[in-house]
């Protein structure tokens, strides 16, 4: 029974560590988008009237950019932890005993914690 915890405990991690690598690139991603919307914005408060115009239609162009992507990846950061949610259910369907465990021990902790303020 110890073994199979194990693995389920395992591969929480594994998934949790591919969530974590994903939503880092994606904001990286996010940071360049916005790199280019503030390189834009510059360029549009030095240029002249004539140019003010154009450049405006960039950045706005540009926004418009950024909002999509973030509603996609917003899209695939809420898949991602849907299947996280559910690799995490079923590790805990498969093996209760840590997660019943664990609680237990917040609980314990929580109610010495909070004997030891009232005092």
């Not at 998934?15 to 919307?37: F, H, K, V, W």
């Amino acid at each position: 029974m110890a073994t199979a915890a194990k693995r389920a405990i395992k591969r929480i991690e594994d998934s949790g560590d591919d969530i974590g690598e994903s939503l880092a690139a994606q904001i990286a991603s996010l940071r360049e988008e916005i790199a280019s919307i503030s390189d834009n914005v510059s360029k549009y408060s030095n240029s002249h009237f004539k140019d003010a115009q154009h450049t405006f239609k960039d950045v706005q162009h540009n926004a418009v950019a950024v909002v999509d992507q973030v509603r996609h990846q917003g899209t695939v950061a809420a898949r991602q932890i849907s299947r996280q949610a559910n690799v995490a259910g079923k590790a805990v369907q498969e093996n209760p005993i840590p997660v019943i465990v664990a609680l237990g021990t917040i609980a314990l902790i929580s109610a010495l914690i909070f004997t030891a303020t009232d005092r």
